[in-house]
């Protein structure tokens, strides 16, 4: 929908105007694969606050055009030979009829709450019109996608066809068939008869829902996100003014968004950076995509245990390796799969398939002719080179070793190894069935072809490339310099429960000391007496910030090291919600300590911009 669209669909409009004595029927239609994917979001990202009359009176127009188009009194038909997205399925919307190839690749609907924006060219005043107040919410308010099948049981499309070039000629039919027929060149919401399914506001049951619609909609966008809330009031609104003016409420709605900062950061980050992160950005262009064909996991922690089940998961044939606990690590595959079958999401074949996958062993002989050795023990220099040296051997040709390590710089490690160019840190993150990102770590001399070809073999999702950032790693100094600061301010003596409260209210999905109970307070505890051990070798003395003191009291004062050894900052009451441990108030707390929530919010929010700065400044792409 750039300005050269909107001038062409001006002048198509006008011009039916005119010719429209002699018109049968319209039919709309894409040249391309894809049929329409709406606003051009490039346009929307110049915009500034000062465009948003012009950009009302652009929406304005576009809508013009299509009511033009749709009250000619001859039947429109839209040939959905492709995905419709966003004002892309408004266009669709203007066909009083709708034909969809079929293909199971193909998405229709409104994702324009996802991108800080509202489906204001139509999208909201007719689906809500089409589904009702109700039924329409999951469409405008969550962004939920649909196919051609689902559109049909919808009443959103009206015929599916086999293959593309079916489209045309059941139009032209359509047409035919629908000529002295003015209901077929009429939407329903325009017919005299027309009644909103499920009924209006005034319905006493819809306003019994909708008085507690805007309160359940801001639990969960905690006020952050404007779209849904605009997008609900213009649903609402709308449904209780003719059609012309509900049309007239939505595009003041999108304007005012469309010229926010929030949607243009939305749309940076949710289409373009993702698109370039889908897109490999940062991968080599000629390099083949490479899959392992048997991973060695040394250590069946959680860690351990949750990558080999990843690997398996994969397709690829697993050895988990652990002096006691290989079999309990492989149990936690089982686990995790049995909830999925037990939900039919998974069928018990491919969950056998998947465990046979995974090969639990005492015996570093079973890892012969791996081409990949993780190693997942625990965060000790001794204890990881003894395993590299045991494993290392193991390796088939040309194989390579990895650490999972969070903490300690991959060089160092890496002097334990035959080949420290063959020596990376892959990183993974807790649960690794759940998150995404795998970090991988250059070492100073890890071969940069090596970290090439990893970074196509590596595991879930995106992968930052880093190289040894500050001795450490990206994203575990991003959480450590965070958290430190956070639970500085607990130290300070500002409440617990003010801290979670305020991190939840500025976004975060949890509150700080919960993630530290999560990746445990012992391990920020064993860095610090491993960091204080490293000084001393030099003959320095390491200043330990007051974050990283307060949690060495709490581990080892008050023996609190965190969820997995049953509590920390929370007590975990078993089948009950987590509660912060009552005597942070007693040990930490300050009476008469002032602070102002603005400035908590923008200290953990200023500390996490730093973060992001320094690791674009330092290259992590
Ligand atoms: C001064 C202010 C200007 C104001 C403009 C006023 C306009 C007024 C219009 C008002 C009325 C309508 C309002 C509407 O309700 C709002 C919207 O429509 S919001 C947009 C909603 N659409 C989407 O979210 C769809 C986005 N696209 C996709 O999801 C996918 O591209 C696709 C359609 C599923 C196709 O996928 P693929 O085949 O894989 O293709 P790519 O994704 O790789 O895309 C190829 C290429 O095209 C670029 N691109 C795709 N969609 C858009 C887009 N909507 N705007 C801009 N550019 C788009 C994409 O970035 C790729 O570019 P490349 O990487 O090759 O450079």
């Given amino acids: 929908m750039c300005l050269q669209w909107q001038t062409d669909l001006t002048q198509a409009a006008e011009q039916v105007l005119k010719d429209k004595a002699s018109i049968q029927g319209i039919i709309l239609a894409s040249a391309k694969s894809t049929f329409f994917a709406g606003a051009d979001l490039k346009g929307v990202m110049r915009s500034q606050a000062s465009d948003g009359p012009r950009v009302f009176t652009e929406i304005e127009g576009i809508k013009k055009a299509f009511r033009t188009i749709e009250t000619l009194g001859v039947p429109v038909v839209s040939c959905l030979n492709g995905t419709a997205l966003g004002g892309g399925w408004e266009v669709a919307l203007i066909g009083h009829h709708r034909i969809a190839t079929a293909n199971p690749k193909t998405q229709f609907g409104l994702p324009e709450v996802t991108l800080g924006l509202i489906p204001g060219g139509g999208g909201i005043t007719k689906m809500t019109r089409q589904l009702g107040l109700l039924a329409a919410q999951p469409y405008v308010l969550e962004s ?313 073999r590596a595991g879930p999702g995106q992968v930052a490339d880093c190289g040894e950032r500050l001795a450490r790693f990206l994203y575990q100094p991003y959480l450590w310099h965070l958290c430190d600061g956070r639970r500085g301010m607990l130290g300070e003596g500002i409440p617990a429960p003010v801290i979670e409260n305020l991190a939840m209210q500025v976004g975060m999905p949890v509150g700080p000391l919960a993630v530290l109970d999560e990746t445990a307070l012992s391990l920020s505890v064993h860095v610090l007496d491993q960091t204080r051990e490293d000084f001393a070798k030099e003959g320095k003395t390491y200043q330990a910030t007051p974050g990283e003191l307060l949690v060495e009291r709490m581990v080892k004062e008050h023996k609190r090291p965190g969820r997995a050894a049953g509590g920390g900052f929370y007590d975990y009451p078993a089948g009950q919600k987590k509660v912060l441990w009552p005597e942070l108030k007693t040990r930490f707390e300050k009476s008469g300590v002032s602070y102002s929530q603005q400035d908590i919010k923008d200290r953990l929010l200023y500390r996490q911009a730093v973060e992001t700065a320094r690791c674009l400044q330092e290259g992590v792409c």
């Fill in 144 to 456: 939920k996608l649909f196919g051609p099948e689902e559109a049909q049981k919808l009443g959103l499309v009206h015929e599916i066809v086999a293959s593309d070039d079916q489209l045309r000629p059941r139009a032209l039919a359509h047409i035919a068939a629908a000529q002295g027929q003015p209901e077929a060149a009429q939407h329903l919401w325009d017919r005299k008869d027309y009644k909103m399914p499920g009924g209006t506001p005034s319905n006493p049951k819809i306003a019994g829902m909708l008085s507690v619609a805007p309160a359940v909609l801001k639990q969960k966008t905690r006020g952050l996100y404007p779209a849904p809330e605009a997008a609900l009031a213009a649903m609402v609104e709308g449904a209780m003014v003719d059609f012309d003016t509900a049309m007239r409420i939505e595009s003041r709605y999108l304007a005012g968004l469309m010229t926010s900062q929030v949607a243009r950061n939305m749309i940076n980050t949710f289409f373009f950076n993702m698109n370039s992160i889908k897109g490999g950005q940062s991968r080599p262009k000629a390099a083949p995509r490479y899959k392992p064909q048997k991973v060695g996991i040394l250590g069946a922690g959680m860690m351990g245990s949750g990558i080999a089940y990843s690997q398996a998961s994969r397709g690829i044939a697993t050895v988990l390796k652990d002096r006691e606990a290989a079999e309990k690590g492989k149990a936690y595959s089982h686990k995790l799969t049995q909830k999925r079958v037990d939900k039919g999401r998974m069928t018990a074949d491919k969950q056998a398939a998947l465990l046979s996958l995974i090969q639990p062993t005492a015996s570093a002989s079973d890892l012969k002719g791996c081409d990949l050795i993780i190693e997942a023990v625990f965060e000790n220099r001794e204890l990881k080179a003894k395993v590299t040296q045991e494993a290392e051997p193991m390796l088939a040709e040309g194989g390579f070793f990895a650490s999972n390590t969070s903490t300690l710089p991959i060089s160092g490690l890496a002097t334990a190894s035959a080949n420290a160019n063959k020596f990376v840190g892959i990183h993974f993150f807790s649960p690794v069935d759940k998150m995404q990102l795998v970090e991988i770590i250059r070492g100073a001399q890890t071969m940069t072809r090596r970290l090439r070809v990893l970074r196509l």
